[in-house]
């Protein structure tokens, strides 16, 4: 039988990743069409998949999941462990789920083949098929439209757990004025490409870093750089210790509709203890100032942070209802590479409590999106939340990637979608290259957005 050798095969890897963090056993398997022999730090397994997997698996799949499926079966035998999203790693859970509806299956059907076949929990099942419930209208194949998004990678500090383009604005203030000029000068010339070329904008979404970190001279250059657009139109203003009122009215000048108020968590503890610079108190003021300006409002929270009690985010979460925010986005942390964290031994033990809370509690609000990362806390994943007709059409064509984006600075990645082929391309991370081969990589990205849209 043909083996496999787990040392380069990075799915099946990644599936050994589900169990155990960065100390892995010793996995050797071999097998193939269903049938497996599996041995985990000696002890042997014999994993036989029944029909249902093989008959409900695409063709140009089902070598690939097929052999993971089984492993994840030996090491939840091995371990006596179960994940709430089985087998998948690598893939958005809700990809699969709209594969099992194209196949012409019932939302019943689908539900039941992520749970018998990808050995998805019920829970997380349910949730997928509440999901694509909620978007319905909103998942689409356009080809004339595409969002744009823009980059500003600064921020007041450094949060422990982030791993984006993002420089402390207080050290880098002189290099953040270069590097507006040139992001406005990006930002003016794809635009112009994309008229050029006969797309409409679908949506603009400003993130970072802290868009509003920067001063307001810069973010209304960057605001102006765009237009006024009548569309979707988002801006991150993630810290609430960076939201004027003299940048809310800006934002709301420019066509702004959308401010992200992210608090992460409203526990002053916790906010200490992951180097944010602001209090429960400061984004209390931020939201009021927000929402008095008529903005639809986002609010992120984190499950899983540092130290933080269930109890204290069962708290957090129940105030932030309470506000009635048109969407609420929990992650459950990630220990990415490049954050503060990523090294760091052990997790928050109540995250996935944390998570069911917010899965359970959350009253007239339902998920509309979800995505996973690798090295979640519980294996878990982060979920957007939204009021019913509120939904973020950025959020949902973005991760579905149904719509294509024009992406705009340091670290940004741009995707053209044509048919079922995308085309990716990254901007250059660190700042000054991106300053110094602006020219090189700007035109490099409008010569790849041409040939894929003459696909």
């Not at 409900?56 to 179960?82: C, F, M, Q, V, W």
């Not at 509440?130 to 998004?149: C, D, M, T, W």
């Not at 052990?346 to 339902?366: D, K, P």
């Amino acid at each position: 039988m043909p083996s496999f050798d787990l040392t380069t095969d990075t799915e099946l890897r990644d599936v050994v990743g589900l169990f155990y963090g960065d100390e892995r056993p010793t996995v050797e398997m071999s097998g193939g069409d269903g049938e497996y022999s599996i041995s985990v730090d000696g002890k042997p397994f014999s994993v036989k998949l029944d029909g249902r997997s093989t008959d409900e698996i695409p063709p140009a799949h089902r070598n690939g999941r097929l052999a993971k499926i089984a492993l994840y079966d030996a090491l939840s035998s091995y371990t006596g462990r179960s994940m709430p999203w089985g087998a998948l790693t690598g893939v958005r859970p809700t990809k699969l789920f709209y594969e099992c509806l194209k196949n012409g299956n019932s939302a019943e059907r689908a539900v039941y083949v992520m749970r018998t076949v990808y050995r998805v929990s019920a829970e997380r099942a349910e949730v997928l098929r509440r999901i694509v419930a909620a978007q319905s209208g909103k998942v689409f194949f356009a080809p004339e439209y595409i969002n744009l998004y823009v980059h500003i990678p600064y921020c007041t500090t450094r949060c422990s757990y982030c791993s984006f383009v993002s420089l402390p604005i207080n050290k880098y203030k002189e290099q953040a004025d270069a590097y507006t000029a040139a992001l406005c000068e990006e930002i003016r010339r794809s635009v112009e490409f994309l008229q050029c070329h006969g797309k409409k904008i679908l949506s603009v979404y400003i993130g970072g870093g802290t868009p509003t970190a920067i001063c307001a001279d810069a973010l209304d250059a960057v605001l102006s750089s765009i237009g006024r657009l009548n569309v979707e139109y988002t801006c991150e203003a993630g810290r609430p210790d960076t939201i004027t009122e003299e940048k809310l009215d800006m934002m709301r000048a420019h066509g702004v509709n959308r401010v992200c108020v992210n608090p992460q968590s409203l526990c002053d503890a916790t906010l200490e203890e992951i180097g944010r610079s602001h209090t429960v108190d400061d984004f209390y003021r931020a939201f009021d100032a927000v929402r008095a300006r008529g903005f639809d409002i986002n609010c992120d929270l984190i499950a899983g942070l540092g130290s933080e009690s269930a109890a204290q985010f069962r708290d957090g979460f129940d105030k932030i209802l309470s506000l009635r925010p048109e969407n609420i986005t929990v992650h459950t942390l990630s220990k990415k590479n490049g954050s503060g964290i990523r090294y760091e031994r052990g997790e928050n033990s109540a995250a996935a409590e944390m998570a069911e809370h917010a899965l359970g509690a959350c009253g007239e609000y339902r998920p509309y999106y979800l995505y996973r990362q690798k090295r979640q806390a519980g294996n878990l994943e982060n979920v957007g939340f939204s009021l019913v007709g509120k939904e973020c059409v950025n959020n949902i064509t973005t991760m579905e990637e149904t719509v294509g984006v024009m992406a705009c600075g340091a670290g940004a990645i741009s995707k053209a979608v044509c048919g079922g082929n995308i085309t990716r391309f990254a901007n250059m991370r660190d700042v000054p290259l991106y300053l110094s081969r602006f020219e090189e990589k700007l035109s490099a990205k409008l010569d790849a957005f041409a040939a894929a849209f003459d696909c």
